[in-house]
């Protein structure tokens, strides 16, 4: 079913959305490293420093990375956190296989699972120490099923920490931004990768995202404590912590 949404944006139903998030991320797969750097000029490697101190796991550790993609956050914390174990969960099969591929390639495979299915049908009782997601919260079909099966699935004394991108408070910032979303990353969508409907999706679905305290309060709702966020990058991304306890 759609209706229009109060930013004039079309809405979707759940299933609509599965799909139409697959057929994004299934097309942008090859090009998506490359394009990250594009986009965000760079500065998404910053943004991830900023969520590899947020998240501050030791070697001990047993992390639940959500939204792997191609692995990015994943093969950061298995390099530089030996002997971590390590579950990558992806529904995206070509996300993840490149994801793999990273993994294959920098000879690190020990302690390391890699599961092809969206977090709303996985649920594995009090078996991580941690939680993260980069950049893939927003796509979610069923965002509150989705922290209910996380939450049941840390340790007690385990974090989630959500990184994602918020739309500026400040209207001025908001309007130079969203000219940039709508109109330069769609066209470099379309000559970098052939695709510039996926990108007019990513950009879209930044709109329709959460407000920061929309996602903290649904944290809250499944019971989360000790919620925090910070913003970054001039206001556009947002990192979301809360613990089980
Ligand atoms: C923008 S990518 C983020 C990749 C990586 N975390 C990064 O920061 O580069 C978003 C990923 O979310 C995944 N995704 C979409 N819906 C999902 C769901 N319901 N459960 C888990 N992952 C999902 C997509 O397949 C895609 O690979």
């Given at each position: 079913?759609h209706?229009?949404?109060k930013?004039?944006?079309?809405?979707?139903d759940?299933?609509?959305k599965?799909?139409?998030?697959?057929?994004?991320?299934?097309?942008v797969?090859?090009?998506?490293?490359?394009?990250?750097?594009l986009?965000?000029?760079?500065?998404?490697?910053l943004?991830?420093?900023?969520?590899?101190?947020?998240?501050?796991?030791?070697?001990?550790d047993?992390?639940?990375d959500?939204?792997?993609g191609?692995?990015?956050?994943?093969?950061?914390?298995a390099?530089?956190?030996?002997?971590i174990?390590?579950?990558?969960?992806?529904p995206?099969k070509?996300?993840?296989?490149l994801?793999?591929?990273r993994?294959?390639?920098?000879?690190?495979?020990?302690?390391?699972?890699?599961i092809?299915q969206?977090?709303e049908?996985f649920?594995k009782?009090?078996?991580?120490?941690?939680?993260t997601?980069?950049?893939?919260?927003r796509?979610f079909?069923?965002?509150?099923?989705?922290?209910?099966?996380?939450?049941?699935?840390?340790?007690?004394g385990?974090?989630?920490?959500?990184?994602?991108?918020k739309?500026?408070?400040?209207?001025?910032i908001k309007e130079?931004?969203e000219?940039?979303?709508?109109?330069v990353?769609?066209?470099?969508?379309?000559?970098?990768?052939?695709d510039?409907?996926?990108?007019?999706?990513?950009s879209?679905?930044?709109?329709?995202?959460?407000?920061?305290?929309?996602?903290?309060?649904?944290?809250k709702?499944?019971?989360?404590?000790?919620?925090t966020?910070?913003?970054?990058?001039?206001d556009?991304?947002?990192?979301?912590?809360?613990y089980?306890?």
């Amino acid at each position: 079913m759609h209706k229009k949404s109060k930013f004039g944006l079309e809405l979707i139903d759940s299933e609509e959305k599965t799909h139409r998030v697959q057929d994004v991320f299934s097309s942008v797969a090859a090009n998506y490293d490359l394009m990250n750097d594009l986009m965000s000029l760079g500065s998404h490697r910053l943004w991830k420093q900023r969520f590899y101190q947020v998240v501050k796991l030791t070697n001990s550790d047993v992390l639940l990375d959500i939204a792997s993609g191609t692995g990015d956050i994943a093969l950061h914390f298995a390099r530089v956190n030996k002997g971590i174990h390590l579950t990558c969960l992806d529904p995206n099969k070509k996300m993840l296989d490149l994801a793999k591929d990273r993994f294959i390639d920098s000879g690190i495979l020990e302690n390391i699972n890699f599961i092809t299915q969206p977090i709303e049908s996985f649920v594995k009782d009090n078996s991580f120490t941690c939680a993260t997601i980069a950049f893939g919260f927003r796509n979610f079909t069923n965002q509150k099923k989705s922290l209910k099966n996380i939450y049941t699935s840390l340790k007690v004394g385990g974090k989630i920490v959500i990184m994602d991108f918020k739309s500026p408070s400040n209207s001025i910032i908001k309007e130079i931004y969203e000219k940039y979303t709508d109109f330069v990353i769609p066209r470099i969508g379309k000559y970098i990768a052939g695709d510039e409907n996926s990108y007019k999706y990513l950009s879209d679905s930044i709109k329709t995202y959460l407000k920061p305290e929309e996602l903290s309060d649904l944290m809250k709702e499944i019971n989360f404590q000790n919620v925090t966020h910070e913003t970054l990058a001039g206001d556009i991304v947002t990192i979301h912590k809360g613990y089980k306890i």
